[in-house]
């Protein structure tokens, strides 16, 4: 499922649409959503290098962590860095948000030691701002691949960093604009779930076309793995990947993966077969079961329908009103005495004056008239 995310991230927007939209969320109990947003960076750099993605460039907006972070990752993960800088560019707004330091810096005269890093970085200082923050995230974007239709991709690493200095208001509406930019390829964002109100990461989450969550890994009594001091290490380091996609028919789509964290980064695999857990997790509930059990078969079985001849032992005979005129008369002796038998109960008896006669129906008898 992770590579199928990548998949659309890389095949980007068409003509006319909105660019999809992934937010990976995550929480203190399985705070592994930054490996996910790594691993996501990492996939996509290697799809611009081979010029297999629509974007050809990627902006990464730093706010959780010092641009010199991911000129590592990049390095650590064969990435050429000395030439990424035709593709990349880092906006630093980790190092100093709001501008506090540089009014102090420029208070005191003292020079900027700043260690200086292989891949283009530039910082910005207004994170409030957040239409200014739109603006330079678009120029950036044409820096790397121009003023044409080429398209470019944007990396936000702490959705949570943004919405501590901006409005839930501001925030969704830059992802809004970005989204409808028609230069831009897709957007990625991480987000901490637990750290906000449920109203503003519903938000997030219906301007998102695809929601990643990471969950805590769930043994076969249900308790959640890395809470439980019962459980081993090695879960500490597992857990679930739940994704919600929205398709463009309108439909959503929900899947599941394992996931493991390595010192090599991160793994995905499969939900495997005998942990049914999370599986049924991502069933709706409802109120009703659908099932039914033996007896409650034997019991529907056993109920008469309405207007059901039950018989009572004696041979089912039903009277259509068709019968021929000589067969009426035949029977009519049996009918008869039949009569006398049982003189207590009442009896109405009809025969059709012949074959001929139209058959009884529902239908309106004066839509022949002219009204």
Known sequence: MADSICRTLRDGALEGELAPTLTIKDSLASPFAFHVFSHI??????HVIAQKSQSQGIVIVALSRAPSSYAALLNMNGVDVASSK???HILDCYTDPLGWKDKTRKSANATDCSPQISVATSSFKTVKDVDKLFSVITELGRGLVGEN????CVAIDSLSELLRH?????VAGLLSDLRSHDQISNIFGLLHSDLHEERAVAVLEYMSS???SVDPYHSADGQKGCLGDSFSQQNLTKGKFNVRSKRRNGRVRVTCEEFKVESGGITFASVSSVDGTAVAGLLPKVQFNLQLSEKERVDRSNVVLPFEHQGNGKPIQIYDGRRSLEESNSEANPISSGKKEDSA????????????EMPDSDE????DLDI
Not at 149 to 152: E, I, Y
């Open 364 to 367: 309106d008898p004066d839509d």
């Open 41 to 46: 960076l990492l996939q996509l750099s290697s």
């Open 86 to 88: 035709k593709w990349i």
């Open 149 to 152: 239709k080429a398209r470019f």
């Open 166 to 170: 901006a409005s839930l208001q501001s």
């Open 210 to 212: 695809m929601v990643a």
């Open 345 to 356: 109960m009442g009896e109405i008896i009809y025969f059709r004056d012949s074959d001929d």
